[in-house]
């Protein structure tokens, strides 16, 4: 799928993913822990930020096989009248040896 929309949403959840990385490696700051051994919130996580990280690196990745292609890229060809012509006998023909 090469949607527009879809390729604007993992870029920002790649900017997002990153951007919670570095908030995880600022000490002195409140971080929110759902798992934490330490169990100091003021302390930088390198574990969390690196998670963070590679998940934004993911969608980084994976924005490549949803970018948009440009459309000198898209295989389509307009249509003339001797391809018409040809068509419309093509579907005759069949129609007539059915």
Known sequence: ????????????LAI????????????GIYHVLLFSISGNPYAYHLKHALIFFA?????????RYIQPLPPEKIKTRHLTDEDYKKARKAANSQHIDQ
């Open 1 to 12: 799928m090469r949607s527009l929309g879809l390729f604007v949403v993992v870029i920002l």
């Open 16 to 27: 997002v993913c990153a951007g919670i990385g570095v908030y995880y490696l600022i000490p």
């Open 55 to 63: 998940l934004s690196v993911a969608a980084l990745i994976s924005v």
